[in-house]
């Protein structure tokens, strides 16, 4: 085969170290702390075939055609937001396939390659990959682990030459690390927006998954200037195969994004946006999100107390109100990477921080999931990681 | 709102003037030859309700999370690819939501905004999308009306500096042409691709779509160097609304297009791979093939029949053996764009040629869909037609 050249933005893109570490874990004994997926046994099932049969029924050959975006599910949309305390027209709910496609968009209208844009220096693998994808140069701030982004440090770095054209930010139940913005940085964030003139993207795939204490509105509910960009996503609400999620798109720009989007795959399946909607309207979705808190919270609790347990002398944890994740940090001479395989012969594994290290370091660090994982099982991965780690550290 | 910078990259992009024209026809009394539909009646609504029943039913809540690349649909599709004459691995079978979406991800990987690449003169409005994101040099070679594309002017092309980096084609019932490519020209493209080391992206959403004469292979099935980049879809074959396509990749690139692909949307439903792989198994597509040849046969007659009765002396046209489109050619002063006003007052729309011509001029052709209108209103449009024509001539 002929040495294609390739364009510099693929060149840029990077295999992650992660998948191939993961292909190791076939072993069905393994403990599998290392996901980033919703509950399984909770998964909507004959909820959402008897949605899909009622709207192939229903609503026939319009169901399996091409279709613009459908509105009853935009004006679904609009009213959960509006509940966050975000008001828009049902227009401005574009619809895409998950929030990672509303990641790949925004960044395609905002960044030339080369561009700086912010992002935590811990933050999700996708918000790097799509970045990456897009060759810019990423500052960095960091993330306090109890209060979210430190805004201080936004300002600083919005104010650094070459400017920033973009930033991205997780509020809720962050991925990798567990923490949500308080209101008031929320408010700093969305005022630092308007000052600066700067694009602020917001993902949201968790804020629904809140199982203990009051839920914070979105930075978008403190938009002053119409520059926040939320991103929403059904994945880890109740279905990632449904691959379907929203941004919040200002008005004006909705022509653009549209031609764009258009320009990444045509349209978001209207059998799958119908469907979906159907599921909505039945309200099956807010009994579902309930029992998903209580089972989360059960879980959540279940390591958090393993880890109190094991590892008490040893690391200090995140301690998550919601979402999928806790965040551990180890003393800091271990490598989580290097333990890896360790780990993966005591039949456990885990995500390392440093996957999640936009500019490296964090090799102490440590992504659990317990979303996914049942409680018995929970108890002992904790103690086969305990083991681990306290064999590392001789 | 702020004034917001875009990317280089989204200024380039245009929004169709056939959007806004199109969105003018809500009148239920228009007969639209306007669309690019799969013939509505036909859609198998009732298989894939069933279909979907069974693999949520079987597979449970795998069906509804995140998972990789369903293998059953990769390797049906690697047997039907083999009976076409291209003979790959099923991990080279590169589930995509869509051909669209296989053409953006080549696009990304082969062009540097700036780039050349090589298209017919005449070509498929997302195509045109697709390129122009890369804010790419398009260089453009003509088709053909009976042979496809002229192969003499590609060899020309791809020889002119500065070198294109891609070729994109449509050789199987071209959209808007209607035309197929030639054996023997296939078989060139595929060694001037292989002489100048250039990748060839062969976009075949149309060829299960025959009703008259023999098959003839992809260019894939031609080539010399792994340089022909194969894009199907399943979206006329029976469904466009399961947004399902896929690229054939060369193992050395899958690494690289796994990551790409993810920097896009992550990945397609699997709940929509189980399902289409679960109606493929069931041997559905072959009967459904069929009935739609017979059906489109018919409604493509009866559309030249209508043209030869009321336009013989005034136009030229192409004779389909498949796909959706007939192209009609009018004299050289009348203009098809200026002409749709007259056309929506008479009721009947049809896309303007002009629209699909990368360098602009062609403004005397229009593309018109058989597969989607039934035959007494395929009579009445093109009466319609014909008046709106002849009007315009004095």
């Known amino acids: 085969m002929h040495d294609f050249e390739f364009s510099t933005e693929v060149t840029n893109l990077k295999r992650s170290v992660m998948r ?21 046994e909770l998964l909507p ?16 050959s319009a169901a399996l055609q ?35 496609q509303g990641q790949a968009i925004l960044s395609r209208l905002f960044l030339n390659p080369g561009d700086v844009a912010v992002t935590e220096e811990i933050t999700f693998t996708g918000i790097q990959q799509v970045t990456a994808g897009r060759s810019m140069t990423m500052r960095t701030v960091p993330t306090d682990l109890k209060s979210g982004v430190d805004t201080d440090a936004l300002e600083t770095a919005l104010r650094s030459e070459p400017r920033p054209k973009m930033a991205v930010l997780i509020p809720d139940f962050h991925n990798p690390l567990g923490v949500s913005m308080t209101r008031e940085k929320r408010s700093k964030v969305a005022a630092l927006s308007a000052e600066y003139g700067l694009p602020v993207i917001e993902d949201d795939p968790y804020s629904a998954l809140r199982f203990e204490g009051d839920p914070i509105p979105p930075i978008k509910a403190f938009d002053q200037d119409n520059s926040i960009f939320y991103i929403g996503s059904f994945s880890k609400m109740f279905a990632p195969a449904a691959r379907l999620g929203w941004i919040v798109v200002p008005t004006q720009l909705l022509p653009i994004v549209t ?13 799958i946006q119908r469907t979906v909607a159907e599921f909505l309207s039945r309200g099956l979705l807010e009994p579902h999100l309930e029992e998903m808190a209580r089972v989360n919270r059960e879980r959540c609790q279940c390591m958090l107390a393993a880890l109190d347990d094991h590892l008490r002398d040893l690391a200090v944890w995140t301690k998550p109100q919601g979402g999928l994740f806790i965040w551990v940090t180890l003393p800091e001479n271990l490598d989580t990477m290097d333990m890896f395989h360790d780990a993966l012969e005591q039949k456990v594994i885990y995500i390392p921080g ?26 002992e991965g904790i103690k086969r990681l305990a083991l681990v780690i306290r064999s590392s550290l001789t």
């Open 45 to 60: 099932i004959a909820e959402f075939q008897d949605c899909l049969h009622e709207v192939l029924s229903r609503d026939g």
């Open 20 to 40: 191939d570490l993961l292909a190791l874990a076939v072993d069905p004994g393994i403990i599998s702390l290392a996901g980033g997926l919703p509950t399984g």
């Open 354 to 379: 440093g996957a999640f290290a936009v500019e490296g370091g964090h090799a102490n660090t440590m992504r659990l999931n317990f979303s996914n994982v049942k409680p018995t099982a929970i108890q």
């Open 259 to 271: 031609v764009l989007r258009e320009s990444f795959d045509l349209e978001t399946s209207t059998l």
């Open 66 to 100: 091409y279709s613009p975006m459908y509105r009853p599910l935009q004006e679904w949309i609009q009213a959960y937001m509006l509940e966050k305390g975000v008001s828009c027209e049902p227009d401005q709910i574009f619809i895409t396939n998950g929030a990672q």
